[in-house]
Nanobody, 124 residues
Framework: VESVEPGGGLVQAGGSLRLSCAAS????????FGWFRQAPGKERERVSC????????YYEDFVKGRFTISRDNDKNTVFLQMNSLKPEDTAVYYC??????????????????WGKGTPVTVSS
């Protein structure tokens, strides 16, 4: 799986951005995906997951109600809609995929495939 994450950039606090993860090489519908982020000087953290089994979603508390993960299997693309952005959301955001029908993202295990990341900067 290769993924590209366009959609990052600079936005003011309270604004919105949508990240895209265009996966290639596999049928998207069987793979679960996750969005992760790493802020300067901090460890990488999980943001959200979407299951390859049933499409169920998972969100960390710090993005619940503000971020939405979704997928378009026809376009082999996973999205992260980010609303009500805060300065503390500033980070490099990564898309990652797991093997078909796995649950690594939700279980907190390392993912199998990683994108190169896209920077998101939220100004106050």
């Amino acid at each position: 799986v290769e993924s590209v994450e366009p959609g990052g950039g600079l936005v003011q606090a309270g604004g919105s951005l949508r990240l895209s993860c265009a996966a290639s090489g596999v049928g998207l519908d069987r793979h679960g995906f996750g969005w992760f982020r790493q802020a300067p000087g901090k460890e990488r953290e999980r943001v959200s997951c979407i299951s390859g089994r049933d499409g169920s979603t998972y969100y960390e508390d710090f993005v619940k109600g503000r971020f939405t993960i979704s997928r378009d299997n026809d376009k082999n693309t996973v999205f992260l809609q980010m609303n009500s952005l805060k300065p503390e959301d500033t980070a490099v955001y990564y898309c990652a995929a797991e093997q078909p029908y796995d649950s690594r993202c939700v279980l907190g295990y390392d993912m199998d495939y990683w994108g190169k990341g896209t920077p998101v900067t939220v100004s106050s």
